[in-house]
């Protein structure tokens, strides 16, 4: 290969809700080459293969070398730049769904640092390669895919374990637990108590280790799982936005506009209008 490249998949249409692969992909950079400052609408995680760089999120930078891995979360103002003298090469895969987000709390990761280095680093490396190798527009390979991205995970989780193995965080537990019982009862009409109780704390407490671990309150989180359950629903299912309202736990109408239009800076029905236009393009 040339002492510059880059390889990389991108998944143009996906049936998995629960986890899917957005992209992955292989890059030698160039000297000093960046990318950023900017957003990504998934989780991307990056392994430096080779070379080193620089990872700047949150206004704090991050010096990185071979065996280091590095997070992004959807929205996060990110920038990303090759060293000037030996520029890294790195893989990368970016994923969203329903469970990311419960699956990246599992990680070696926290809202203070959003990096890694791998103690099983050639284990991680052969996971994260796998998945591009899988790469392909079948749906055989979408299953490969998102098969080896749960290998990756688990992976990850294990470097996660080895870094407390005679501790278990229980902070981020109660957030998993409470993530779940969100997942399975975001149509119902639950309230925060409703959450911390059947995760066994106080509702004061939940918060904080929402803020801690997520870095949005427990009401948020509900706010915006429940949106992004609408907007799949818009997209997918022929549901009025009056019976869309009631599935994700919104039982009135116009209350539910306007926290869809807060969320996503247009009403339900505009937003509606904006999908059937593309589909109608295509």
């Not at 510059?4 to 998995?16: E, G, I, L, R, V």
């Not at 590095?70 to 929205?75: E, G, H, V």
């Not at 390669?129 to 790469?135: A, Q, T």
């Amino acid at each position: 290969m040339p002492s510059t490249y880059k390889q990389s998949f991108k998944q143009n249409y996906t049936d998995n809700v629960e986890l899917s692969i957005f992209n992955c992909g292989l890059q030698s950079c160039e000297r000093g080459y960046t990318w950023g400052p900017g957003v990504r609408d998934h989780y991307l995680i990056h392994y430096v293969v080779d070379g080193k760089g620089t990872y700047t999120v949150n206004n704090t930078v991050y010096e990185l070398r071979a065996g280091d891995i590095f997070l992004a979360k959807p929205s996060q103002l990110i920038t990303y730049s090759a060293d000037k003298e030996e520029p890294w090469e790195y893989y990368w895969v970016g994923f969203n769904g329903a469970c990311a987000n419960k699956l990246v709390l599992q990680l070696p990761f926290r809202e203070d640092m959003p990096t890694h280095h791998c103690k099983n680093a050639e284990r991680v490396k052969k996971a994260l390669f796998n998945i591009f190798l899988s790469r392909g527009p079948e749906p055989r390979n979408e299953t490969l895919m998102v098969g080896y991205l749960y290998l990756f995970i688990a992976e990850l989780m294990q470097e996660a374990m080895d870094l407390e193995p005679h501790a278990s965080n229980s902070s981020s537990q109660y957030v998993i637990n409470a993530i779940k019982y969100i997942q399975f009862n975001y149509s119902h009409d639950i309230s925060i108590d409703d959450i911390a109780k059947a995760v066994g704390v106080s509702r004061s407490h939940l918060y904080r280790v929402f803020m801690s671990n997520v870095g949005q309150s427990p009401i948020d989180y509900l706010t915006s799982y429940r949106i992004s359950e609408a907007c799949f629903l818009l997209k997918n299912s022929q549901l009025s936005i009056a019976e869309i309202a009631v599935s994700v736990g919104f039982f009135d109408q116009f209350y539910f506009s306007r926290v869809f239009k807060k969320s996503k800076g247009v009403p339900p029905s505009k937003y509606l209008t904006s999908i059937n236009q593309e589909k109608a393009a295509r």
